[in-house]
């Protein structure tokens, strides 16, 4: 406390937004949730082997988006004007929505789950940071920076390991990592989207709705030609339904409410805990081998997340804008 230049009324100091790190570490936390139910996908997909990949990627975000949309269906009817006044930003996010799953399952399909989720992921959070540094004019801070540098070395060095199992194949790996670039970069562009429409005003729902809604949508023809497969047995029936509705709907939920609470370049960046989950997985479940780089990749993506957990109010990136703020 201080006082005023009459020496009897006591002032505050202000120090920053009131809330403002249990807001941050709230949004971290629910991303953290986020990639641990994304981290499952890749395993899952592995128990419906006769549905493809893109009949996989199709009614996992496709389905999910749609359900996304439904509920927020009063949100959406509220903010249709201010969504028709950033038409472009929701099908740039749109489109990001409808390429990203077939881009990320096509991945995995060819270069295995741990490199495909591994160089998706790892992708996104570069990909990201250059949004909004090149779009936005937005500095990107040293904790940011950090944190995504040990995010990319840990998850190379989980790809590395991954990749000289006996069974990996240069051919199919090389196409698998190529398509995990698309689906790096598909990631953050939607994600960016959503937080930006958020920043110019619009509600969380509306914003998470109207993206991925309308990218449900555009997945849509995709699964009605593959989507067969999964019809054709119980076990792939629970794998599409399980892929919908907890890691995309209730992912995509809570990264919703991440993303109102931290810029796109911090929720990517948190994501890197998604490949460290997946590739665990792929050990333990699926098979796949993983030597003593990937245990240092494991340790470099732990340390990546405590980077940003422990960054001060506004290091982990720009900070996000208030509520209601509108950006032109």
């Known amino acids: 406390m201080d006082t005023d230049r009459t020496g009897t009324r006591p002032r505050t100091i202000a120090r920053g937004p009131v809330g403002a790190a249990p807001r941050r570490l709230a949004g971290i936390g629910a991303i953290t949730v986020t990639s641990v139910l994304w981290g499952t996908t890749?395993?899952?997909?592995?128990?419906?082997?006769?549905?493809?990949?893109?009949?996989?990627?199709?009614?996992?975000?496709?389905?999910?988006?749609?359900?996304?949309?439904?509920?927020?269906?009063?949100?959406?009817?509220?903010?249709?004007?201010?969504?028709?006044?950033?038409l472009a930003l929701v099908v740039a996010g749109a489109v990001a929505v409808g390429v990203y799953p077939l881009a990320f399952y096509g991945s995995m399909h060819l270069a295995g789950v741990a490199v495909g989720t591994v160089v998706s992921l790892a992708s996104a959070p570069l990909a990201s940071g250059l949004l909004e540094l090149v779009v936005q004019r937005r500095p990107l801070g040293r904790w940011w920076t950090a944190a995504a540098l040990l995010g990319a070395i840990g998850s190379a060095l989980l790809c590395l390991s991954a990749a000289e199992g006996p069974s990996a194949s240069p051919g199919r790996t090389a196409a698998g990592i190529t398509l995990g670039l698309v689906a790096g970069a598909t990631?953050?562009?939607?994600?960016?989207?959503?937080?930006?429409?958020?920043?110019?005003?619009?509600?969380?729902?509306?914003?998470?709705?109207?993206?991925?809604?309308?990218?449900?949508?555009?997945?849509?023809?995709?699964?009605?030609?593959?989507?067969?497969?999964?019809?054709?047995?119980?076990?792939?029936?629970?794998?599409?339904?399980?892929?919908?509705?907890?890691?995309?709907?209730?992912?995509?939920?809570?990264?919703?409410?991440?993303?109102?609470?931290?810029?796109?370049?911090?929720?990517?960046?948190?994501?890197?805990?998604?490949?460290?989950?997946?590739?665990?997985?792929?050990?333990?479940?699926?098979?796949?081998?993983?030597?003593?780089?990937?245990?240092?990749?494991?340790?470099?993506?732990?340390?990546?997340?405590?980077?940003?957990?422990?960054?001060?109010?506004?290091?982990?990136?720009?900070?996000?804008?208030?509520?209601?703020?509108?950006?032109?």
């Open 187 to 328: 990631y953050a562009l939607f994600s960016w989207a959503a937080h930006g429409l958020m920043g110019r005003g619009i509600d969380r729902a509306a914003s998470m709705g109207a993206v991925f809604g309308a990218g449900g949508v555009l997945l849509m023809p995709v699964l009605a030609v593959t989507g067969a497969p999964l019809l054709a047995s119980a076990q792939s029936f629970a794998v599409a339904a399980y892929m919908a509705l907890v890691p995309m709907f209730l992912g995509y939920l809570l990264f919703g409410l991440g993303l109102a609470r931290v810029p796109a370049s911090t929720a990517t960046t948190v994501t890197l805990l998604e490949p460290a989950v997946a590739a665990v997985l792929a050990v333990l479940v699926v098979g796949e081998t993983l030597g003593g780089a990937g245990l240092l990749g494991l340790g470099a993506v732990a340390l990546a997340l405590a980077v940003l957990v422990l960054a001060p109010a506004g290091g982990g990136g720009a900070a996000p804008p208030r509520p209601g703020a509108a950006r032109t």
């Open 42 to 86: 890749g395993t899952a997909a592995t128990f419906a082997p006769e549905a493809g990949p893109l009949a996989i990627g199709s009614a996992a975000l496709g389905i999910g988006g749609l359900l996304q949309a439904l509920i927020a269906l009063p949100a959406l009817r509220s903010a249709r004007a201010r969504l028709r006044e950033n």
